[in-house]
């Protein structure tokens, strides 16, 4: 710790500071992070150093948990070769059909979002026409998916803001996403890679099994393992990873029986063979 502490002993750290600590494989979001630490509300700039250095602490004892990178790479080369152009299991035509898709798809299953929004978008399918439906028509429309009631009532909601704050257009920030009723980090994550390209990750219950299990990435949160396989996963891969894990999670690497002798990636993975009960 006294070597980092060393670089920056009273003064704000420079721009990159985590190459300097010789971490080489950094990203933009570790610099963020660090600037953001710097800039902390400390009472001393001693304590800004403290947190700084702890903060890279951290990123090297779990750097020491993730496989190395050439296991990573091949992994997603062989994901790659196996789906060229994964996608969402959402069926969708616009970034509005998917915004609401997946409010929707909170824990339930594609399948059963499809089946609803087959018959849904074709009577509404912009925030206009949505709010015209009215909340009572929407929650009959999706009453076979669970929380249907409060569902309806945040798309109601979202399609009010949409149409008064985004001349009925998705936005494509973070924030304004995640400020939408229904949509969380995880939701504003998909639609930014699935709608409009970012090289994202949405981190579900699939995404965290096969990034913890293979140690791809490991983290004890959604939040950590996202910021982790941001960091880890080649850039060349990085805005197809999120369909690729989610895809592995739900076909092979299943919770309770992951299929191990039919992986692709079993002789990478750091943690096969071991069927759930
Ligand atoms: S070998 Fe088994 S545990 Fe490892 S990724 Fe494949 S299915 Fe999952």
């Not at 500071?17 to 400390?42: K, L, M």
Request: hydrophobic residues 40%; aromatic residues 6%.
């Amino acid at each position: 710790m006294d070597r980092y502490r060393a670089q920056w002993p009273t003064a704000a750290p420079p721009a990159y500071p985590i190459e300097n600590a010789g971490i080489t494989h950094a990203r933009d979001t570790d610099a963020q992070q660090i600037v953001s630490v710097s800039a902390c509300d400390c009472r001393t700039e001693k304590l800004k150093a403290i947190h700084i250095t702890v903060y890279i602490t951290d990123i090297i004892t779990s750097d020491q948990n993730q496989m190395n990178k050439a296991k990573r790479t091949e992994i997603f080369t062989r994901l790659r070769a196996a789906n060229p152009k994964p996608t969402t299991e959402l069926i969708y035509h616009s970034p509005f059909e998917l915004l609401i898709a997946v409010i929707l798809s909170a824990q339930t299953t594609d399948k059963s979002v499809n089946k609803a929004t087959e018959k849904l978008f074709t009577l509404a399918n912009t925030p206009k026409t949505m709010l015209a439906l009215g909340e009572a028509a929407l929650s009959e429309h999706i009453r076979t998916i669970g929380l249907f009631n409060t569902k309806a009532k945040n798309i109601i909601k979202t399609c009010a803001i949409l149409t008064e704050s985004h001349q009925g257009e998705v936005p494509r920030e973070r924030s304004a996403l995640e400020a939408l009723p229904g949509v969380g980090r995880k939701t504003a994550n998909v639609i930014l890679n699935t709608a409009f390209g970012e090289p994202t990750i949405a981190v579900d219950t699939h995404i965290f099994r096969v990034a913890n299990r293979t140690r791809i990435a490991q983290g004890k949160t959604p939040l950590a393992v996202e910021q982790q396989l941001l960091r880890l996963v080649p850039r060349e891969f990085l805005k197809d990873a999120h369909h690729w894990l989610i895809l592995h999670g739900r076909y092979t690497c299943t919770a309770r029986r992951p299929r191990c002798t039919h992986c692709l990636i079993a002789d990478l993975c750091e943690n096969p063979g071991q069927e759930r009960t």
